[in-house]
Nanobody, 112 residues
Framework: QLQLVESGGGLVQPGGSLRLSCAASGFTFSTYGMRWYRQAPGKEREWVAE????????NYADSVKGRFTISRDNAKNTVYLQMNSLKPEDTAVYYC?????WGQGTQVTVSS
């Protein structure tokens, strides 16, 4: 059974950084593409970033391009989202996704 568990969220001031982690289990991690999504209060869930199985290709939403970086460690079955220059509008619950499976989410709050 595919399982995804996010961690690393928290409260950070505008301009700060956070690194989210998503630990995967129950499947051959290296053969699955991985994605990050987020959902702000009162808004629909939106795609943030994705990485292919081999990590050779990444894509980002325009709203985070140049500030966020997705990476993966296939030896640790973990995907990361490094978030820099955070803005209040980045406040959301961040979810890890692979195919039809989702983690429980981790809260990121950007506020002074």
């Amino acid at each position: 059974q595919l399982q995804l568990v996010e961690s690393g969220g928290g409260l950070v001031q505008p301009g700060g950084s956070l690194r989210l982690s998503c630990a995967a289990s129950g499947f051959t991690f290296s053969t699955y593409g991985m994605r990050w999504y987020r959902q702000a209060p009162g808004k629909e869930r939106e795609w943030v970033a994705e990485m292919t199985t081999a990590g050779g290709s990444t894509n980002y939403a325009d709203s985070v391009k140049g500030r966020f970086t997705i990476s993966r460690d296939n030896a640790k079955n973990t995907v990361y989202l490094q978030m820099n220059s955070l803005k209040p509008e980045d406040t959301a619950v961040y979810y890890c996704n692979s195919r039809t499976s989702w983690g429980q989410g981790t809260q990121v709050t950007v506020s002074s």
